[in-house]
Structures are given as C-alpha cells and as structure tokens.
C-alpha cells in the first residue's frame, strides 16, 4: 500500500490545536492568503503526494540512482515527478513574491514536505535542501548572485547542494581542507573533495548550485577560518564547472537519494558573504536543513503507522478479552497490547506535528511585524 496524505489529522492540528489560520491570517504579509485559498493549497498538495510522489517509493529503493562515469540517473519517474513538481510552483509556497515565490505561510511548506518525506523519503531529499539555500543566497549572496541564482533556487527551477563533510571531517567542520584560491576577476578556484553530498549529481534538473565550505589562503585554523562560496554545475556561459561526482554512497533503505562524493578540481565559484565568516552563512541552510529532518521524522512515523494501522485491521489472531467473547479470532487492532502500540504512535505523530508546526508558525511570526497580538485577526474562526 502507498502512503495516503493524513489531511483530516493535520488540518485538526492546524485549526483546533495551534489556531493557525487565526494567527496567521492576521499578519499582513498574508493579506491574500484567506483560508478558502490555503485549503485549496492543502488538497492540492495532499493530491500530487498520494498521486504522484508516494507511487515512486518503491522503484525508488528497489531500482534506486545509478552512476555511470560521472552522471547519475535517478530512479523511473523521479525526473518526471520532479518536473511537474517544481513547475506546479510546490517549492516556492513560503518564498518572497518579488523572488519567484507565493508568499504563504511557512507552516505549509512545512505540512508539505512532511507528506512528501513520509510518501516517499528518497525523492524528497531533492527539494528538501532547497529552501534553505535559498534563504542563504537571499541574506548573504551579491547582488550579482542574487540576479543569477536566487529566483532559479526559490522555484525549484535548478537544484542546490550543501557541501560540507569531507573524509576526515563530519561533526567536525573546523577540520575541513577544501581550498579557494582568489582570482583576479573576483571569482574563485575551489579544490577539494567532499563526501555524504544529497542530490551531489542527477538529471532532475538542467543545473545543479552547491554551496560549498573552503579555506582561503590566509585563513585562520578551525571552523572560523571557514569561508562559503557558490560553485555551480553548469558556470552562466553554459560551460561544465570542474565539479565532479566520483561515486554515489551506499545508504540502507534510501537508494532514491543519490548521496555523493563531489571532488571540485579549481572548480569556479564565487564568495558568499564575507570572508572567513562562512560557517555562520552556511548554518542559514544548515538549520533550515535540521528542520526539515525533524520533518521527515514525522513523515516516516506517520508512513509506519499507516502500514501498521492497515495490517492491524486485517489480520486476526487469538481472542481479544471482551464482554462477550468471540468464537472465531480477532483482529489483533483489538488487542489491548496492539491498542496501545498504535495509540503510542498517533501520540508520537501528533505530538511531532504540534512542535513542528508550532516552530514554523512562530518563526514566521517573530519575522514579521506587527506581530499578531498588535494585529486585528482575520478570518479569526477560519479553519483550513
Ligand atoms: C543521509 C545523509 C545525508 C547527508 N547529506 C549531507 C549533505 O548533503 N552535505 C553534507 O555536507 N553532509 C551530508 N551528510 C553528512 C552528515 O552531515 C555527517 O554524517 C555528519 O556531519 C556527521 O559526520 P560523520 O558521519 O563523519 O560522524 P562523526 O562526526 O565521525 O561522528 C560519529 C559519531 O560520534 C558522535 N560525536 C562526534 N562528535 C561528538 C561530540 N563532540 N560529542 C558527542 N558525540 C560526538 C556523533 O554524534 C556520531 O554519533 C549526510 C549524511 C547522511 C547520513
């Protein structure tokens, strides 16, 4: 069985737990975004997962990426998926307006890729960096970065990369070797290799952006002498970057994501915010990358108990104590033993859920101002 979207259980969670249409609605970013509106962006997006992102988990992983000298390809269907994906507009929901985006509310974006993770987790891990590498070019790419590189990362239109860990250096960043070599027209040449990369190479999309962690020459020792520069796939003249995938990694159960190792051999970039100062750039993506972990978290459980809560309610073992017992045996969701199982995972996927959500309501919140208490409520009884 595939994963079906749970709308009924997060929309209880968005309206009759957080309140989320009234909290929201009253800010004035969202003055277009009544609930009519979002409900429709939740249908949709409950559609295209169960229709078209969850039939794929299983060629995902049984089929998964290949490598073939260089490239990768990603598993039947995943390219196509991906296509009407980012063309439908699901990656830009919660980007600004005036770069390409729809302006909602985070917290949609965050149901979203919630259900994309549980449907399928592999695909998933494409799209899944992207918003945060949008938000790092946004506050800490050039204006020249910005024109090149920001509306094809808020759309989904190319797909982006976070290259930190290399052989010797995973928690550990501080350690990192990659070197960037100043040139004179103010570009860089990156040399290094890294490993553990998501989406280091494939064919979803025309271009790949990594943003990768480099020394300079004069750069002081351990994670404050790290600096972040941008080194696409394809450079703007349409030329191949020297950026290239040496293998994919071997990862249990997540065959769909094709994890690399990237060697950059003076590979072309440019700086992303200041020098030596590009742990802090970086971590912009980084932290929109551990939530959107916490995410996947939720999707997988709920994923589980979907197989769990099915299985249950088919097949029959023993007798279930009860007032009047039955002759033939029951079906084990009536055991209290399996009762309780079940009922633990709705709790632990209720619970994710609230803090999920809650986190993007009020990082959303606490970035706009006036902040709701100072705003008159919209659509206050509005549900989603
Ligand atoms: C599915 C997947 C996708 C990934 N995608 C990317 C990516 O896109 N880009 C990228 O750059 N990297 C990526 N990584 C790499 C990931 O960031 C590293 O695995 C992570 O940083 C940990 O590094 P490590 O595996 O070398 O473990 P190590 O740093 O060697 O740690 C080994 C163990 O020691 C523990 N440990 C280390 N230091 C401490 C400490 N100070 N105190 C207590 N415990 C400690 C760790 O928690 C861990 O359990 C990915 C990894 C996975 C599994």
Known sequence: MHYRAPLADIQFILNDVLHAPAQLLALPCFAEADAELVQQVLEE???FVTNEVAPLQEVGDTIGCTFDAGRVTTPPGFKEAYQAFWQA?????????QD???GLPAVLEAVLFEMLSGANHGWTMAPGLLHGAYECIKHHGSEALKAEYLEKVATGEWLATMCLTEPHAGSDLGL???????RADGSYRVS??????SGGEHDLTGNIVHLVLARLPDAPAGPKGLSLFLAPKLLPDGMRNAVHCERIEEKMGLHGSPTCVMRF????AWMIGEPHRGLGAMFVMMNAARLHVGLQGIGLLEAAWQKADTYSKERRQMRAPKAKMSSAPDLISEHPA??????TQRAWIDGGRVLAYRTAIDSTCSNTTPTPSAATPRNAGAAW
């Open 176 to 182: 990192v070797r990659t070197k960037a070599q100043p």
């Open 89 to 97: 507009g699901w990656p830009a929901l919660a980007c600004a307006p």
């Open 265 to 268: 051999d003076e590979a072309t």
């Open 45 to 47: 997006a409950g559609k």
């Open 100 to 102: 390409g985006g729809q």
């Open 338 to 343: 399996m009762r309780r199982i079940l009922s």
């Open 192 to 197: 290094g290799t890294k490993i553990f990369i």
